[in-house]
C-alpha cells in the first residue's frame, strides 16, 4: 500500500497532463492541468502525514 501511494504521484504527473490536453482551447486546458496538479499535490501532502507514516 506504502508503494502505491508513492507510485501515485508518479502516475499523476503523467494522467494530468494528458487528460487536459484534450481540451479543445490550450490556455483552459493548461490552467485546469495547473488546478488539478495543485488540488493533487494537497491531497497527497495530507495523505503522506496521516496515511504513509502509518503504513511503513
Given at each position: 500500500?506504502?508503494?502505491l501511494l508513492l507510485l501515485s504521484?508518479?502516475?499523476m504527473?503523467?494522467?494530468i497532463?494528458?487528460?487536459m490536453a484534450?481540451?479543445?482551447n490550450p490556455s483552459r486546458?493548461?490552467?485546469r492541468s495547473l488546478?488539478?496538479?495543485v488540488v493533487f499535490c494537497f491531497c497527497y501532502v495530507l495523505a503522506l502525514k496521516y496515511f504513509y507514516f502509518k503504513l511503513i
Open positions: 500500500m506504502a508503494k504521484a508518479i502516475i504527473a503523467i494522467v497532463p494528458v487528460r484534450r481540451d479543445p486546458g493548461f490552467k488546478l488539478f496538479y
